[in-house]
């Protein structure tokens, strides 16, 4: 996340500016207590309460890093910063029922410029390329129609996706992410939009891809009748999922993304008349060196012939 703007005071700039030194070289105390200063100087500065809040997380200063991120959130009320899932990771309180776009939008558009190189480099990103080559795998290389990309980002998946689709549309929240996207020269249409509103707006589709998008979403009920609604009889729905070794259907990760749980998502298939082709389980990417391991499912709308 993005937060260098400036405050709009040079002498809170340059404490902010330090107090982020000492906090990458490990003084998380002194960089609260730095950040402190500068927001003496400049109390409505949102982003500067934002650094402070993550200052006194990482040192242990639970109590005053809620009530800075509370702050944030009376600063940002659109919650740029994404301080409701943190409250809620620190407190337990519960986690907003809809997906949080302003911070997934802000997020986005500052990690676009970089995103391939990172996701792809150092993440060992690799969810596009199992849908893609699931879908081979269960329905073979019959070409789909009218292919969307739910979040298609800078279009890592319409590359993975090259020539299974005669027509590709894309949906995003982040105009930066789009811009990238249709730079590819890969996708008939662009749509800036969250994903149910997005999917109102195109035409049916017998395929829809959604992949690494849903671990910005708590509850998926609402997207996955969004996409029964817009899929074509037999039509195919290959996503994936971080797994949640649990029972409970979500939960929010430290990484503030959504795991979902196997059983859940078999009761929203269920739900929505969506047979499952094939479900597996693999690496999807690293964090902090380690694999996060996520289910990849292919699905297909039943019609009224199925048994």
Not at 164 to 187: E, F, P, T, V
Not at 244 to 265: G, N
Request: charged content about 25%; proline content about 4%; hydrophobic content about 45%.
């Amino acid at each position: 996340m993005n937060t260098s703007h400036s405050s709009g005071n040079l002498t809170a700039d340059k404490r902010a500016d330090y107090a982020r030194m000492l906090s990458e070289s490990g003084d998380f105390q002194a960089a609260a207590d730095l950040m402190l200063q500068a927001l003496e100087l400049a109390p409505v500065w949102a982003a500067g309460w934002y650094e402070l809040a993550k200052h006194l997380e990482k040192s242990g200063r639970t109590e005053e890093s809620v009530s800075a991120y509370r702050t944030v959130l009376g600063l940002s009320p659109d919650d740029r910063y994404g301080a409701r899932l943190k409250i809620s990771q620190l407190t337990g309180e519960p986690m907003p029922a809809e997906p949080q776009t302003a911070y997934v939008e802000a997020l986005f558009d500052h990690y676009a410029a970089d995103f391939d190189t990172a996701l792809t480099g150092r993440l060992r990103y690799r969810a596009p390329e199992l849908i893609a080559e699931m879908i081979t795998r269960h329905i073979g290389d019959k070409p789909f129609d009218h292919a969307i990309d739910l979040g298609c980002g800078t279009g890592l998946m319409a590359q993975a996706l090259a020539g299974k689709a005669q027509n590709l549309s894309g949906i995003d929240l982040s105009a930066a992410m789009l811009a990238k996207a249709k730079a590819r020269g890969l996708y008939r249409g662009l749509l800036k939009a969250d994903l149910v509103d997005g999917l109102g707006q195109l035409p049916p589709a017998d395929l829809i891809v959604a992949a690494d998008v849903f671990v910005y979403f708590p509850g998926l009920e609402r997207v996955f009748e969004a996409v029964n609604d817009k899929l074509r009889p037999d039509g195919i729905f290959a996503f994936s999922v971080e797994r949640l070794e649990s029972d409970v259907p979500f939960a929010l990760q430290k990484s503030l993304r959504h795991a979902h749980s196997e059983k859940y998502i078999l009761s929203l298939l269920e739900a929505n008349g969506l047979r499952l082709l094939g479900l597996e389980t693999a690496a999807l990417r690293r964090d902090r060196d380690l694999d996060i391991t996520g289910l990849l499912f292919v699905v297909r709308k039943v019609t009224a012939t199925d048994g």
